[in-house]
C-alpha cells in the first residue's frame, strides 16, 4: 500500500515563495504519475500540476508560470515549488499518486497554504 505524506504548507504573504513536499512509501514509484491538487473552502478540488515518470510536467492556466513542479524518483518524492503567490492560491494542497500499472489513485492528508493579502 502507498501513502503519501506532504509537508511545508503555511501563512505566507502575498509575493511570497513556498515549496511543498511529498514523501511516497510502499509501491513501485517509477511508474506512477505524481501531482498536486488543491481545494478551496466551498470549492471542488482543481488539479494543480502533474509530473509523469518520465518527467513531463502538466499545469493548470491558473498556476502556469508561478509554479513548478519536481521530482526526485531516488527519493520518491515530488515537490512543488510556488512563487509570486496569490491570495486565490489559498487551499488545502493535495498530494496524489496514481499508479498507471494497477491504476489506482492515492492522496495524502494534505497540507495548508494560505495566501495574506
Known amino acids: 500500500q502507498v501513502q503519501l505524506v506532504e509537508s511545508g504548507g503555511g501563512l505566507v504573504q502575498a509575493g511570497g515563495s513556498l515549496r511543498l513536499s511529498c514523501a511516497a512509501s510502499g509501491g513501485i514509484f517509477s511508474r506512477t504519475r505524481m501531482g498536486w491538487y488543491r481545494q478551496a473552502p466551498g470549492k471542488q478540488r482543481e488539479l494543480v500540476a502533474t509530473i509523469t515518470s518520465g518527467g513531463i510536467t502538466n499545469y493548470a492556466d491558473s498556476v502556469k508560470g508561478r509554479f513548478t513542479i519536481s521530482r526526485d524518483n531516488a527519493k520518491k518524492a515530488v515537490y512543488v515549488q510556488m512563487n509570486s503567490l496569490k491570495p486565490e492560491d489559498t487551499a488545502v494542497y493535495y498530494c496524489?499518486?496514481?499508479?498507471?500499472?494497477?491504476?489506482?489513485?492515492?492522496w495524502g492528508q494534505g497540507t495548508q497554504v494560505t495566501v495574506s493579502a
Open positions: 496524489n499518486s496514481y499508479d498507471t500499472y494497477v491504476e489506482k489513485y492515492y
